[in-house]
């Protein structure tokens, strides 16, 4: 009787460590199907996005619970701009960030592998402009010829914009000084004349004018650039390949959300508050730009094209490089 009850407790003993086995050594947590009922390869995902209008339907698809229902626990991370957040993310510290085409164009010419697996924004007139402080005698595009302008970030979308507009007024982009600051501080810095003017987006645009009279100089998103792609979400190509389910999951419920924030203005507004620091009546005001629904890759290609024309890139590249399911 003892001896069949000792193997008995061998025999639980041995089952209880291989169930323990299975989930993963030294309390590390189970992966797949074996803690996930829906069998994603990944749960737990940390995304980076910057505090504008842009990241809105990442905040809707938390908020709304789609990210939860497709399985997915998102941390929504603060980053400053497309460019720091994608070395995080060639790094490894973020699953995914926002990041705006141009940072990712450059990314890519200069060998890393990315996809874009979510459209998130597309410029409209007046939803990224140049704004000079109050009284400056700035008047005209052409008066910025050895003059400072913040961007949140050089080369990138912000330079490319600023440049189109600079060409157009027969200045190159070599006549100015661009000086990098993050968004929430381009408002001190031209009221203090740290830098002569600004290249500004929502809510800044608005917050400028109404706390120190900026005024806008030139909207950018115009000619070349008029109804310009702007960010999207990007994982590294490793990710993709690796976490097919995890990034279907993430595309279903960024695509609810992202038909809400195209359809539904009122959507938008509800969760500015709660990333950029605005209140509601700003949000009620500011200008927005549009939510494309899909991913499109001649779309993406006008980025890559401009890019080369202004010397950006030195040899073209195929939007569909950047798209999941093409090679890098």
Known sequence: ?????????????????????????????AKTAAANAKGLEKTSIKIGALPIPDSASLYIAKKRGFFKDAGLDVTIEAVVGGAQAQQALIGGTLDATQTNYVS?????????????????????PNSFNIMVPKGSSITS?????????????????????VT?????????ESDVSFVEFPFPEMKTQLENGTVDAAWMTEPHLTAVQKT????????????????FPIAGVVVTEKFATD?????????????????????????????????????????????????????????????????VEQGYLKEPIQAKVILPGNPG
């Open 164 to 172: 189109s507009v600079l060409r157009t007024h027969g200045l190159k």
């Open 104 to 124: 990712t164009f450059l990314a890519v010419s200069a060998g890393n592998k990315l996809k874009i697996i979510a459209d998130m924004y597309q410029a409209t």
């Open 212 to 227: 120190i009279g900026a005024q806008k100089l030139a909207d950018t998103m115009v000619d070349s650039t008029a109804d």
């Open 1 to 29: 009787m003892r001896f069949r009850l000792a193997s008995r407790a061998v025999i639980a003993g041995v089952a209880a460590a291989l169930a323990l086995s299975a989930c993963g050594g030294s309390g590390e947590p």
């Open 243 to 307: 976490n097919p389910k995890t990034v279907a999951a993430f595309q279903s419920a960024m695509g609810k959300a992202q038909q809400i924030a195209a359809s539904d203005r009122k959507a938008v507004e509800e969760v500015l508050p709660d990333y950029t620091k605005i209140d509601a009546a700003t949000a009620a005001v500011i200008t927005l730009g549009s939510f494309p629904t899909s991913l499109d890759e001649t779309r993406l290609q006008r980025v890559a094209d401009l890019m």
């Open 141 to 161: 595009p052409a008066g910025l010829k050895g003059k400072k302008i913040a961007v949140n970030s050089r080369k990138n979308i912000g330079t490319l914009a």
